[in-house]
């Protein structure tokens, strides 16, 4: 893609490009992608945008974890298949575990 510009590697900070993502938001550009380890991570930027543009409306900015933008990706491939919440897995693991427990003597 012409134009692209990646940027990977260890740094000092989760922050490392804001200089030049706030340059860009300020500008009222919206070319940019910030991936992020943590959710923390995202919420703190995100409120970061938010200030550093005071005259702009910011709505969802581009800011994801690692897992949120695979998720993304994936949901809008051809054939994708659901995916189910971290909350709709526990329950269905612990009502599984509710109908085996009997047959689970490993932790008695």
Request: with cysteine; charged share 20%; proline share 6%.
């Amino acid at each position: 893609m012409p134009g692209l510009k990646i940027y990977a590697g260890s740094f000092q900070s989760y922050y490392f490009f804001s200089p030049q993502i706030f340059k860009s938001a300020s500008a009222k550009h919206n070319d940019f992608l910030v991936i992020l380890p943590v959710n923390r991570a995202v919420r703190l930027y995100k409120r970061k945008l938010i200030d550093v543009c005071p005259d702009t409306v910011i709505i969802n900015p581009p800011v994801f974890t690692f897992d949120d933008i695979l998720l993304q990706l994936y949901r809008i491939m051809p054939g994708a298949k659901r995916v189910i919440s971290g909350e709709m897995l526990h329950l269905i693991v612990e009502h599984i575990l509710d109908q085996k427990i009997n047959e689970l003597k490993y932790f008695s």
